[in-house]
T-cell receptor, first 112, second 115 residues
């Protein structure tokens, strides 16, 4: 089945620094790929998605490109803010079409 | 517009007790999904329910775990005779219909600790 591996945290950055959180996937086909964000005390929220190779998902300054060659979907942001402090989850769609396979999550702390 | 509600947010049980986790989906949503996050792991799909029906329970442990989504009231994930290995965060998600992956809305989770 499909699975996802993302970089270990926690990641600590200064405000306005560049962010990369690595994510790779394994799959028999070409699943949809997602990044979710969980702010303290809240549920997971869909941040961005890509449904096919070379698609770029973007939202709130975050971007990720579906790379079939490297089976990757790395999350990037050019200039992080303190309000970006959260846990970020990479996920892939399962063969069922409705379940999601998640990575372990990466905690990001942005300091002023 | 309230999101997905889960309660309790934190639950402590002793080995052998029962744990009941509740999930109230978003208004208008009739499909519920439960996921479990064990320590140091990602969220894993457990079960998918529609009102009064279990659609897919392929991720549920075969023993001690059960789930329901009655016609009225929240979805319940029930764990009987809990063991320390059940300690985890349990997340619920809901959707309006049987949809693609990205239209699930997640609750904040219930953190279960078994002592």
């Amino acid at each position: 089945g499909n699975s996802v591996t993302q970089m270990e945290g926690p990641v600590t950055l200064s405000e306005e620094a560049f962010l990369t959180i690595n994510c790779t996937y394994t799959a028999t086909g070409y699943p949809s790929l997602f990044w979710y964000v969980q702010y303290p005390g809240e549920g997971l929220q869909l941040l961005l998605k890509a449904t096919k190779a070379d698609d770029k998902g973007s939202n709130k300054g975050f971007e990720a490109t579906y790379r079939k060659e490297t089976t990757s979907f790395h999350l990037e942001k050019g200039s992080v803010q303190v309000s970006d402090s959260a846990v970020y989850f990479c996920a892939s769609g399962a063969d069922s079409g409705y379940a999601l396979n998640f990575g372990k999550g990466t905690s990001l702390l942005v300091t002023p | 517009n309230a999101g997905v509600m889960q309660n309790p947010r934190h639950l402590v049980r002793r080995r052998g007790q029962e744990a009941r986790l509740r999930c109230s989906p978003m208004k208008g949503h009739s499909h519920v999904y439960w996921y479990r996050q064990l320590p140091e792991e990602g969220l894993k799909f457990m079960v998918y329910l529609q009102k009064e029906n279990i659609i897919d329970e392929s991720g549920m442990p075969k023993e001690r775990f059960s789930a329901e989504f009655p016609k009225e009231g929240p979805s319940i994930l029930r764990i009987q005779q809990v063991v320390r290995g059940d300690s985890a965060a349990y997340f619920c998600a809901s959707s309006r219909a049987r949809v693609n992956n990205d239209e699930q809305y997640f609750g904040p989770g219930t953190r279960l600790t078994v002592t």
